[in-house]
C-alpha cells in the first residue's frame, strides 16, 4: 500500500498500461500504430481531443505550436549565470514557473512550447552561446533539434526525435502524471499542474534515469567488462538504471519503440553501430545478473535505457535527457490535467495515523 500500487486513482480516456502483457494503449491506438508513424503534434492533439472548447486540426495546431515557441522565446532572457550553473531540469523549471497559470488551449501551447525552448537556451548557455529564435515554419521536432543541438534537423534525426516524443507522451498514472492531476484537481491551473509533473519527474527513479545509463555505458566501455560490472554495482546495493517497472512485469514495450527508432538512425551515424552493439551487450548481461540475483523478480528493460542511446545520438548532452522526456510528457499532463478538472473532482485521499495517541491531560 505505501506506493499506491494497483490503486485505481483515476478513470481515464488516455493512455492504458497494460502490465501483464507489455502493452501500451494510447487513446484507442497500440503504441506500435503511433510512434515511428506519427509526428508528435499528431500524438498531442491525439490526447487533447475534447479537453478544450477548440482544437485546431494538425497544420493549424502545429502553425499554433510554432508561435507559442517563439512567445515563450521572449521568456529565455530570465536565464541568469545562477540558473544556467543548476541541473538544467532545475532550471527548465524555474523558466517554466515564469508562464501565467491558465486553463486555455493557449495556456497549454504555451506549456508544451516551454520545455523545448527552455532546454535549448540551458544547453546553449552552458556553452556560452545564445539559442538561435525558434523557427515557427519548423515541426515541433525540427525545431527543437535546430535549437539544441549542432547537427542540422534532417529527416532521420527528426523522425528519430519525434518516434521518441511519441513513444513518451502518456503513460497512464505513472508518478509524475499523478502528480500533475493532483495539483489541476485543486482547479490552480494548467501551469501550476505541468510545475507539479515535472517536478515529479526529475528523480531517479522516473524521469531521471537515462542520464545514468549513460555513465554506466561509459563506466563498462567494452561489453567483456559488463557481467563483473553489473555484479558489482548490485553488491554494492545500487539498481541498475534503465531496468525494472512497477507495472511492466514483461518487456517494456516503449523499449522496442526506442530500440528501433535508434537502430533507424545508426546508417546516417558512424559512430552509433558500435554504440547500440554496447547498448545491447549491457542489456543482454544486465537481463541475465537480474535474473539469476532476484530470481523471484521479473526486471526487465524498461523505456529508459534505449531513449539514453536515442538522445545521445542525437547530440543532447545526459544531463539534459529529463528535460528531453519533460518535451514530450509535458502533453500527456495538460491532458490528464484537464481531463481531471472535467472530472469536478478534488483528489484527497486518506492516511492512516499510525503515531502515538494524546497522553491524557493530567
Ligand atoms: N536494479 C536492481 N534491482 C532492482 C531494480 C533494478 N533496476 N528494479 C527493481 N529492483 C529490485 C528492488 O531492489 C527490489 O528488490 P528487493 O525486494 O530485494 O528490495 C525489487 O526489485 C522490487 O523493486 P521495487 O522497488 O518494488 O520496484 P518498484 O516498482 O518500486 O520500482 C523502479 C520500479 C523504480 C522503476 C525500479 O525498477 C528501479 O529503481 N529501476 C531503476 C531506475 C529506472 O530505470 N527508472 C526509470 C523507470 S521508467 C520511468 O519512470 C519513465
Known amino acids: 500500500m505505501d506506493g499506491l500500487d494497483d490503486v485505481v486513482a483515476a478513470d481515464t480516456v488516455l493512455s492504458d498500461v497494460d502490465g501483464a502483457n507489455g502493452r501500451l494503449v494510447i487513446r484507442g491506438f497500440a503504441l506500435e500504430e503511433l510512434a515511428g508513424h506519427v509526428g508528435f503534434e499528431d500524438a498531442a492533439r491525439l490526447l487533447l481531443?475534447?479537453?478544450?472548447?477548440?482544437?485546431?486540426?494538425t497544420p493549424e495546431f502545429s502553425r499554433r505550436l510554432g508561435l507559442a515557441r517563439c512567445e515563450v522565446f521572449?521568456?529565455?532572457?530570465?536565464?541568469?549565470?545562477?540558473?544556467?550553473?543548476?541541473?538544467?531540469?532545475?532550471?527548465v523549471r524555474a523558466l517554466m514557473a515564469r508562464l501565467t497559470d491558465g486553463d486555455d488551449l493557449e495556456c497549454a501551447l504555451r506549456l508544451i512550447a516551454g520545455p523545448?525552448?527552455?532546454?535549448?537556451?540551458?544547453?546553449?548557455?552552458r556553452r556560452g552561446e545564445r539559442l538561435p529564435p525558434p523557427?515557427?515554419?519548423l515541426s515541433h521536432a525540427a525545431d527543437i533539434l535546430r535549437m539544441a543541438t549542432d547537427a542540422p534537423p534532417s529527416a532521420a534525426r527528426t523522425a528519430a526525435l519525434d518516434a521518441y516524443l511519441v513513444t513518451i507522451v502518456d503513460h497512464g498514472l505513472n508518478a509524475s502524471t499523478f502528480a500533475a492531476r493532483v495539483a489541476a484537481s485543486t482547479l490552480a491551473g494548467?501551469?501550476?499542474?505541468?510545475?507539479?509533473g515535472l517536478s515529479a519527474l526529475k528523480g531517479p527513479l522516473h524521469g531521471g534515469a537515462p542520464g545514468p545509463v549513460i555513465e554506466m555505458l561509459d563506466d563498462i566501455g567494452s561489453a567483456d567488462r559488463a557481467a563483473a560490472w553489473l555484479d558489482?554495482?548490485?553488491?554494492?546495493?545500487?539498481?541498475?538504471?534503465?531496468?525494472?517497472?512497477?507495472i511492466y512485469r514483461v518487456r517494456d514495450p516503449r523499449a522496442d519503440a526506442l530500440k528501433q527508432a535508434v537502430r533507424a538512425l545508426a546508417a546516417s551515424s558512424p559512430q552509433l553501430p558500435g554504440r547500440i552493439a554496447l547498448a545491447e551487450a549491457v542489456e543482454a548481461a544486465a537481463l541475465e545478473v537480474l535474473r539469476r540475483r532476484k530470481p523471484d523478480r521479473s526486471l526487465q528493460t524498461n523505456v529508459e535505457f534505449y531513449t539514453a542511446v536515442l538522445l545521445e545520438a542525437l547530440g543532447f548532452p545526459a544531463d539534459a535527457f529529463t528535460c528531453v522526456f519533460a518535451?514530450?510528457?509535458?502533453?500527456?499532463?495538460?491532458?490528464?490535467?484537464?481531463?481531471?478538472?472535467?472530472?469536478?473532482?478534488?483528489?484527497?485521499?486518506k492516511s492512516r495515523y499510525v503515531g502515538p495517541t494524546p497522553r491524557q491531560a493530567a
Request: net charge negative; aromatic share 4%.
Open 190 to 196: 494548467l501551469t501550476s499542474a505541468v510545475l507539479a
Open 232 to 246: 558489482a554495482a548490485l553488491d554494492r546495493g545500487e539498481r541498475l538504471m534503465g531496468f525494472g517497472h512497477r
Open 135 to 137: 523557427d515557427p515554419a
Open 74 to 91: 521572449e521568456q529565455v532572457a530570465a536565464l541568469d549565470a545562477e540558473l544556467a550553473s543548476r541541473p538544467p531540469v532545475d532550471a
Open 327 to 349: 518535451m514530450g510528457r509535458v502533453a500527456g499532463w495538460i491532458a490528464h490535467a484537464r481531463e481531471q478538472v472535467l472530472s469536478g473532482r478534488l483528489i484527497r485521499p
Open 116 to 125: 523545448a525552448v527552455f532546454t535549448a537556451t540551458v544547453i546553449r548557455a
Open 49 to 57: 481531443d475534447g479537453m478544450f472548447d477548440e482544437l485546431p486540426e
